[in-house]
C-alpha cells in the first residue's frame, strides 16, 4: 500500500509526547497528528490535519527490534458540543464516570491494556484511537462528496501512517479494527470494503440499520419534521445535526445548501412522505444489505465478532437481523447480547471481550 499521507506541521512536536507518564512495565498513550489527503477540499471545512492516540506496550521504548499488531478503535457519534467531545476518541482514552459506572467502574485503555497483559489475558498490541469528528459530529467512517473520504482516511492514510511511524507488523492479519456504536457500524461497513487491509472486526452495539420501516412514533415523525424546516445549523438540537450528519454522508449532495445533503424524506401539505431514490442510496449502506454484495469479503476474515445489549432499543433489533442474514449466507461469526442499553458498558466490554478475542486472532509474528 502506498502512502498517501503527508506530514502535518506540528507532528515532529508531538510525535512521541506522553499524555500518561509509564514506568516501565507500563505502556504510553501518544497524541499524534497527521495531514490525510482523503479528506482535503470537503465541503464543511474539517481539517485534513487530524489528531490519533496511539496506546504503545509496556516494552515498546525498550525493545527495538519487536515489533506489534496494531488494534484500531472507531468511537461513535458526538452528540453534544462539550470540550471533551470534540476529540470523541478520548472516550477510550479516559475512565468511564457516570451513573452506570458506579455499579461497574470502566477504565481507560492504558489502564486496561497494561492490566490485560500484566494478567496474561492479552498479548502486547498497539491501539489506535483516531477522531472521527466532522462539522456534523459525525463523519460515520464512509466516503463522501461532502463530508470527504472518510473510509479511505481510515483504511488507507492512518493505516499507512501507523505503519510508516510506529512498530507494526504489517499486513492484515496483524490489523484488527473495532468500534462502538457508529463505529461498530463503521467496523461493519469497512470490514466488508478494506478486506486486505483488516483480518480481524468486532462490532461493538453496531448501528447497523434497517430503513424500510417509516417513522412510526410521534417523536420519530416530529424529528424529521424539524430538520426538513431547518434552514441553518443555529441553535441545531444534537438529535437533527445527527440526521443532517447521516444524510451528509450516506445521501450527499454538494450542489443542495445549505446541507449539502438529500434527506430521506419531504414535507408534503405538512405531511411527512418518503423519498424513495434517496431511501435505496442509505440502504446502500445498510450492513445487512450488504452481506449478499460483500460474502466474499466477510468470508477471508480470520475473526468476525459483534454485540449487543439486550435492552439497547437503538439496534438491537437490527443487530439480530445482521445475525440472522449472516446465517443465511453461511458466514462464520460470533455473536453476543449482554445487559445493557445503549451507551452502557463501552469500555468494560472493551476490557472484558473485544481486546482479549482480538489478542488470540491476531498474528503476533511477522511473516518472512
Known amino acids: 500500500m502506498n502512502s498517501q499521507v503527508k506530514w502535518g506541521s506540528v507532528l515532529f512536536a508531538i510525535m512521541f509526547t506522553p499524555i500518561l507518564e509509564g514506568i516501565e512495565k507500563n505502556g504510553n498513550i501518544v497524541q499524534v497528528n497527521f495531514y490525510s489527503q482523503a479528506l482535503e477540499g470537503n465541503l464543511l471545512g474539517d481539517s485534513p490535519n487530524r489528531d490519533v492516540f496511539v496506546y504503545l506496550p509496556p516494552s515498546y521504548e525498550h525493545e527495538s527490534k519487536k515489533r506489534y499488531p496494531a488494534v484500531y478503535l472507531l468511537h461513535g457519534n458526538s452528540p453534544s458540543e462539550s ?11 479516559n475512565e468511564v464516570k457516570n451513573k452506570a ?24 498490541m498497539i491501539i489506535v484511537m483516531p477522531n472521527g469528528r466532522n462539522k456534523y459530529r459525525g463523519s460515520h467512517y464512509v466516503n463522501s462528496p461532502v463530508t470527504g473520504n472518510w473510509a479511505d482516511h481510515i483504511a488507507k492514510d492512518l493505516v499507512d501512517f501507523i505503519d510508516d511511524n ?12 473495532a468500534g462502538y456504536s457508529m463505529g461498530g457500524r463503521g467496523t461493519l461497513i469497512l470490514g466488508m470494503k478494506y478486506p486486505d487491509v483488516y483480518g480481524v472486526i468486532y462490532a461493538m452495539s453496531g448501528g447497523v440499520m434497517n430503513f424500510h420501516k417509516p417513522p412510526s412514533t410521534p417523536n ?4 424529521w419534521e424539524k430538520v426538513l424546516r431547518l434552514k441553518n445549523l443555529e441553535n441545531v ?10 444524510s451528509a454522508a450516506f445521501s450527499p449532495n454538494p450542489q443542495n445548501e445549505p446541507f449539502y445533503a438529500d434527506f430521506q424524506y419531504r414535507l408534503e401539505n405538512g405531511k411527512l412522505k418518503p423519498v424513495p431514490e434517496v431511501q435505496n442510496r442509505w440502504q446502500q449502506f445498510d450492513p445487512v444489505r450488504m ?9 477471508k476474515l480470520n475473526g468476525f465478532r459483534f454485540d449487543c445489549g439486550r435492552f439497547d432499543s437503538l439496534v438491537l433489533e437490527h443487530n439480530r437481523a445482521l445475525v440472522k442474514k449472516l446465517k443465511s449466507a453461511g458466514i462464520p461469526h460470533e455473536y453476543e447480547e449482554y445487559d445493557a442499553r445503549h451507551g452502557e458498558k463501552r469500555n468494560l466490554r472493551l476490557e472484558q471481550k473485544v481486546l482479549p478475542y482480538l489478542s488470540t486472532v491476531l498474528r503476533f509474528e511477522e511473516v518472512k
Open 220 to 223: 420519530n415523525i416530529e424529528e
Open 101 to 124: 459506572s458506579k455499579n461497574y467502574p470502566q477504565r481507560g485503555i492504558q489502564s486496561i491494556m497494561d492490566s490485560l497483559i500484566a494478567n496474561g489475558k492479552a498479548e502486547e
Open 237 to 246: 438540537d444534537w438529535r437533527s445535526i445527527r440526521t443532517i450528519g447521516l
Open 83 to 93: 470540550a471533551a467531545d470534540f476529540n470523541p476518541a478520548t472516550r477510550w482514552v
Open 291 to 299: 452481506v449478499d454484495n460483500y460474502k466474499n469479503a466477510l468470508l
Open 166 to 177: 510506529f512498530k507494526t507488523i504489517k499486513g492484515r492479519n496483524s490489523r484488527a479494527l
